[in-house]
C-alpha cells in the first residue's frame, strides 16, 4: 500500500486501500494468477445458468449432475487461487465448499449403481 499522508490515520489508510483497489481492477496490472481466478470465477458461475436451462427444460427447479461438476472444477481452480493468494478466509470458503460438491456427486453415483 503505498503512503499517500505523513501521518497515519483511519482517513489515509482507507484512501489508500480504495486507491490499490481501484488499480487492481485494471487489466494492465494482472497477473496469471487474476486470470484463473476469473476463469475458475466463470465456471462457478456458470453452474447456475446450467441449472436455471435445466428447470426450464423440466418446467420445475431441478439440479442437474453438470452443475456439482462444474461447482467443483471452478471451486477447485478458485481455491487454487485463494491458495495461491494466502488467503485463509478465501481458502476455507473454498476448500469447505469442495466438500459439499464431492460429497453430493457421490450420493448421486452411489444412487445410480443401486438403480
Known amino acids: 500500500m503505498q503512503k499517500d499522508c505523513e501521518e497515519p490515520s483511519a482517513f489515509c489508510i482507507l484512501r489508500s486501500a480504495f486507491r ?3 488499480m487492481s ?3 494492465r496490472t494482472w497477473d496469471f494468477w487474476v486470470l484463473i481466478g476469473f476463469g475458475g470465477q466463470f465456471i462457478f458461475a456458470a453452474r447456475f445458468i446450467v441449472q436455471w436451462i435445466s428447470s426450464e ?10 452443475f456439482w461438476y ?4 471452478g471451486g ?3 481455491a487454487a487461487y485463494a491458495i495461491h493468494r494466502r488467503d485463509p478466509v478465501f481458502v476455507v470458503g473454498q476448500v469447505s465448499g469442495l466438500l459439499v460438491y464431492v460429497r453430493n456427486l ?6 445410480r449403481r443401486t438403480s
Open 20 to 22: 490499490e483497489a481501484v
Open 57 to 66: 427444460r423440466r418446467r420445475e427447479s431441478h439440479i442437474p449432475i453438470q
Open 106 to 111: 457421490m450420493l448421486i453415483h452411489a444412487r
Open 25 to 27: 481492477l485494471d487489466p
Open 70 to 73: 462444474l461447482s467443483l472444477i
Open 76 to 78: 477447485a481452480i478458485t
